[in-house]
Nanobody, 119 residues
């Protein structure tokens, strides 16, 4: 069984930085493609960033390009999201997700970590 656990959220001011982490575990967790999503109150969950199994390929939502950086350390089964120049509109619950077992869709999700950015 695959488990994803996020950490690193918190309350910061606009312009500050945060780094989120997502640790994967389980027998089936073998360097899957992974991503970050977020859901703000009253809004649908939206894509933030994705990274290939090797880390060589990354994709970002337009709203975070140039401010957020996704990365991973496969030796630690950990994915990161470095968030700089945070804005109040970045306030949301951030979820990590993985495409385990060559799935074309994200089929495993973490429990989420809250990020709150005050103006």
């Amino acid at each position: 069984q695959v488990q994803l656990v996020e950490s690193g959220g918190g309350l910061v001011q606009a312009g500050d930085s945060l780094r989120l982490s997502c640790v994967g575990s389980g027998r089936s967790f073998a360097k899957p493609p992974m991503g970050w999503f977020r859901q703000a109150p009253g809004k649908e969950r939206e894509f933030v960033a994705a990274i290939s199994w090797s880390g060589d390929s990354t994709t970002y939502a337009d709203s975070v390009k140039g401010r957020f950086t996704i990365s991973r350390d496969n030796a630690k089964n950990t994915m990161y999201l470095q968030m700089n120049s945070l804005r109040p509109e970045d306030t949301a619950i951030y979820y990590c997700a993985a495409k385990v077992g060559f799935s074309s869709k994200y089929n495993h999700w973490g429990q989420g970590t809250q990020v709150t950015v005050s103006s």
